[in-house]
């Protein structure tokens, strides 16, 4: 018996994948390449004896209808998405076009969101059509609700959980971080229709885990490495995963998931709905699609060029190493005013050394890294969210998928080893239509970034110091003995608070 309360999907919306064209070619069978894992021979999957499940509740409400190809054109370039895919459906411009059930609308209202941000707008009317769906947005774009409502919508149209079945969504994510910030959304929005989630990662005891999985749940939210450990101590199965979403695609390929990822796909069936996020769109990412997704609508927001958010000023500073510490607190003594600020190290020691240093000078300074404890993690995440410690350091660990409210200044203590990171530390500030500033120290070590560094400053309408300008150039780095960041905040007089 079906939960979706609001009304049943179109039967005839169901396409058995083993005669769908797929994404850069046919695909042959249903144990085609998407079901191995890397390893071994393919998974093999027998379509006929697995249950038919609903994924398409997409009506197209009379307001979207009306819209004229003109229209949707103008909507599109004015909020800067551009879409692929055939049969691609309108975009939406306000929650009740949508179609959503009254639960997930009220939901809505209770967070105080006034309209689709342009991720959803396109998304939501593309996941709830139940094709596969690729997703390419900048960090701090709404990207979690745009696959996390139509999740809840698809499991409230799925049969109850009987005993011993494993999730029907799937969530999969590279950092702890970002899995316990995706249940926390889950959570919220789940809760009126009593649908179940839990986190499953590393570094914390397995037990609370496994008890969830047992009790059962319709969501499962999990970092790769750990939910392949419950799968292999048979504490749950992806029998029942009709709904699969990688979120932040790139940054799990960055880390090295490739292989895991792979695993846990050959385990799950092959006609599911696959939502598929990135911040980028390297060829990893590209060739990973092509043989998990079929037919993918795909939606980019802004250029698919790297780019950052045009909400953060940027400034970049030509600095020593040996200068770094001396600028760090010179620019802290001018922007301090109780603001959070955040701070990127490259290494775990360099995080703990500066952070310790920090507090010496009497600086509300805490630090988050890989090797700290999770227990540890996050209580110096509450301490910052709380802003009982404004200023926190950190290694790349947070730098994506941290959604820390009210981060107003953002700082590259040191320059990190790509522009894509680059682009997703700064975009830590300037979230959810907020202002915010970054301020990198950039050394002569770094200058092979420079040129690529200035097209990202220029693209967002930022200024090129003329130090910075000549070393893109390929001239040798300047004498740093500049003033650098002066004059760029308001100060409190040389005193702190808490000092």
């Known amino acids: 018996m079906s939960r979706y309360d609001s009304r049943s999907g179109d039967p005839t919306s169901y396409r058995d994948r083993r005669s769908d064209s797929g994404f850069g070619g046919s695909v042959r069978s249903s144990s085609s390449k998407r079901d191995n894992d890397g390893g071994g021979s393919p998974k093999k999957f027998d379509l006929d004896g697995l249950s038919h499940f609903e994924k398409n509740f997409y009506v197209e409400s009379p307001t979207v209808a009306a819209m004229s190809e003109k229209d949707v054109e103008e909507y599109r370039l004015r909020r800067e998405i551009t879409v692929e895919g055939r049969d691609v459906p309108k975009p939406v411009k306000n929650f009740r076009d949508v179609g959503f059930p009254d639960y997930v609308i009220e939901e809505i209202s209770k967070a105080g969101f006034v309209e689709p941000t342009p991720i959803q707008a396109q998304g939501w009317p593309m996941a709830l059509k ?61 809760a009126s229709s009593k649908i179940k989630s839990t986190c499953v990662y590393g570094g914390v005891p397995k037990g609370p885990q496994v008890r969830d999985l047992q009790k059962g749940v319709e969501i499962i939210i999990a970092t790769p490495g750990r939910l392949i450990d419950m799968m292999e101590s048979h504490h749950t199965n992806l029998r029942r995963v009709t709904y699969l979403v990688l979120d932040e695609a790139d940054r799990m390929l960055d880390m090295g998931f490739d292989p895991q990822i792979r695993k846990i796909v050959s385990q799950i069936r092959p006609d599911r709905q696959t939502l598929y996020w990135s911040a980028t769109w390297p060829k990893e990412v590209e060739q990973l699609a092509r043989q998990f997704l079929y037919n993918p609508y795909k939606v980019i927001i802004g250029s698919q060029d790297l780019k950052a958010n045009h909400a953060i000023r940027q400034h970049v500073d030509i600095v020593s190493e040996s200068q ?66 404004p200023i926190m350091t950190a290694t790349d660990v947070a730098a994506r998928g941290l959604d820390v409210k009210d981060v107003k200044y953002v700082i590259n203590y040191d320059f990190p080893g790509s522009l894509e990171d680059y682009v997703h530390r700064i975009g830590r500030t300037g979230r959810a239509g907020a202002k915010g500033t970054a301020y990198t120290f950039f050394t002569a070590a770094n200058a092979r970034f420079a040129k690529d560094l200035i097209n990202i400053l220029e693209e967002a309408g930022q200024k090129v110091s003329p130090e910075l300008a000549a070393m893109g150039r390929g001239a040798p780095p300047p004498p740093t003995g500049h003033g650098g960041f002066r004059d760029r905040g308001r100060g409190y007089g040389g005193s702190r608070p808490w000092s």
């Open 130 to 190: 139940g094709r596969d769906l690729i997703g390419i947005a900048e960090t701090g774009s709404g990207k979690t609700l745009a696959y996390l409502l139509p999740a809840i919508v698809h499991v409230n149209a799925q049969p109850i959980l009987a005993p011993g079945d494993g999730p029907i969504v799937l969530v999969l994510a590279p950092t702890r971080e970002l899995a316990v910030q995706i249940q926390q959304e889950a959570t919220k929005f789940g």
């Open 324 to 389: 770094k510490y001396n600028k760090l607190v010179k620019l802290l003594e001018d922007i301090m005013d109780g603001s959070r600020i955040l701070i990127f190290m490259d290494t775990k020691k360099g995080c703990d050394q500066i952070t310790r240093q920090l507090r010496m000078d009497g600086w509300p300074a805490l630090s988050i890294h890989g090797d700290k404890s999770q227990a540890e993690r996050d209580w110096v995440l509450s301490e910052f969210k709380a802003g009982k410690s």
